[in-house]
């Protein structure tokens, strides 16, 4: 299902946002106190319908880049389920200490004859 920009921004705003803690109805914000041009990736996969997708701009309308501003929550916002715990996306790359275990073995010059 394609969401339009604005849908895709009012079901993301229907969740509070694990990342930078936006309350419901606002858009995500930057460290540096503006309004972030991109929702958080743990906040729009909150919607799934848009799951897949691998990122959500925010509206103009909502001004991105400029100051940010709580703005008031939707009447249609879900109803908060206490206990519930956003999934987590991401890989995480494991190294070995010995840099010489991760070399590829192969090869003549590799082999002991």
């Given amino acids: 299902m394609e969401l339009t ?14 990342k930078c ?3 419901v109805g606002s858009p995500c914000r930057t460290r540096g106190g503006k309004t972030a041009f991109k929702y958080h990736t743990a906040c729009f996969t909150l ?9 959500v701009a925010v509206p ?5 880049g400029k100051a940010w501003m709580i703005r008031p929550a939707a009447d249609d916002a879900p109803i908060r389920v206490e206990g519930a715990v956003p999934i ?3 890989v995480r790359q494991v190294f070995d200490r010995d840099p010489g275990a991760c ?3 192969g090869g003549a010059e590799g082999r002991a004859l």
């Avoid at 920009?5 to 694990?18: I, K």
């Avoid at 919607?47 to 990122?55: F, H, I, K, Y």
Wanted: net charge negative.
């Fill in 5 to 18: 920009p604005d849908q895709a921004a009012n079901a993301t705003e229907r969740h509070d946002c694990p």
């Fill in 21 to 23: 803690g936006a309350p």
């Fill in 47 to 55: 919607v799934a319908a848009l799951r897949e997708d691998l990122d």
């Fill in 60 to 64: 103009d309308d909502r001004g991105p």
């Fill in 88 to 90: 987590r996306i991401g």
């Fill in 103 to 105: 070399q590829p073995t």
